[in-house]
């Protein structure tokens, strides 16, 4: 087999790739050396903004098995009968650090799904924590900020995670989540995923549902202990990457079974919290899990940068049968995610190979803009409505309509009786192991104990006290005892 020729962009053939072109042997380089400045040109572009949160990532593809039926709850195509199989492509991720942070980290998880479905692809861009710290999206970028690298010290700052925690008592409940064991997978394959979010489905019938979903890993869970994820993030930085990369291309295929809890809508005014409050979790014992079916993983992307880097999630990227909830924080983010993607990757974003359709075709009159190379055929009008064959709507929502009440302005978020920011955080501590509870204890105080100001500790222990009072009092002593130290 002859070997192939190294050319330029354009194709022409390069005569030599080790030696510049000169004037003369030791003279200064000259400018038609195309080849040359081709090369250096190319390579000051090689990087894109990194994603504001999230940065960090590993993906792979693999496909989605329906189990079980649930026809009953959504007339979504691709979850219409047992054993239809979807394609889809999933990103993990880590979310505070920047992409040269080490995966081995206290951080909450991404866990991001792209359905490729015969209607349209549908992401479901959720972590491995059923809950969030906040629950309103005009408080994230201020959360993001106290939690990402301080702008004078450059350097992640204990003094502004706390100050943060301490002014937002609603992440009591995913502090404590954190902070524990599971706040450190020791993979992306040992955790868990959650859509996190309420969302609604609908079913042929036009009746709406309210559903939470999650993945619970078929590997099991492995978390690290803070000691074990200091030494392992010194030694393989990447080690999240190599896991995965590695599990795949030896042919074990990681998988997830997936379930929803489901509320019929009517249900949801009268439940004894709101149940659109991304603070908390819907109680088993209210709503149980039901199966729905398998997600599998068993192929590696051909080039990270392509496939993982560019890939778009967007939450606002539903299908027929599916859509969202009142959740202010998932409202937050239908706008946010398509805008971070026209700004990271362009508006021509969906027509990268990983974010296009691939069982259907995007048909519509949106045109032109940088990198377009769709023509949509060759006499295909770009406005509609028109007298040829152009693409029409179909006149059938999403979703079923959801009733609204109230005046606009500002409010606070709805209180019920036993809706306060502490309740779930109390029993979630309560369900841990004594050595759970330790391990939890010392991890929060490790971190509160390095806060400089004396207000920010006792905002913060105030929260844990009005969540469990032991929980409380051993934070409280924890913290006393490293700082006497
Ligand atoms: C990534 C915004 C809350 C999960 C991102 C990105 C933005 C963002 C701008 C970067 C997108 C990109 O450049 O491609 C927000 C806002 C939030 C919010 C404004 C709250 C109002 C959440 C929550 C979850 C979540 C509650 C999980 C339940 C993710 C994941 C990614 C991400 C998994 C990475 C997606 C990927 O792998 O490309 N978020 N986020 N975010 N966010 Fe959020």
Redesign the pocket.
Known sequence: MSQRVLTTESGAPVADNQNSASAGPGGPLLLQDQHLLEKLARFNRERI?E????AR?S?AYGHFEVTDDVTGFTHADFLSGVGRRTEVFV???T?ADSLGGADAVRD?R???VKFYTEQGNYDL???N?PV?F?K??I???DF?HSQKRDPFTGRQEPDNVWDFWAHSPEATHQVTWLMGDRGIPASYRHMNG????TYQWTNADGEAFFVKYHFKTDQGIRCLTSEQAAELAGTDPSSHQTDLLQAIERGVKPSWTMYVQVMPAAEAADYRFNPFD?TKVWPHRDHPLRRVGRLVLDRNPDNVFAEVEQ???S?NNFVPGIGPSPDK??Q??L???A???R???GVNHTLLAVNAPRATVASNYGRDGLMAVNSQGRHAKNYEPNSYDGPVETGRPLAAPLPVTGHTGTHEAPLHTKDDDFVQAGELYRLMSAEERSRLVANIAGGLAQVTRDDVVRKNLAHFHAADPEYGRRVEEAVRALRED
Do not use: C, E, Q, W
Request: glycine share 12%; net charge positive.
């Open positions: 903004p994603r504001v949160v999230h990532g993906g990103r993990f991720s979310v909450p991404g866990f991001a861009v959720g972590n924590t969030f906040i309103d999206p408080k994230f970028p993001i959650y859509g996190s979010h991304l890939a778009a999630f939450p924080m998932l937050g983010r706008f946010a995610y805008d971070a993607h700004y990271r990757l």
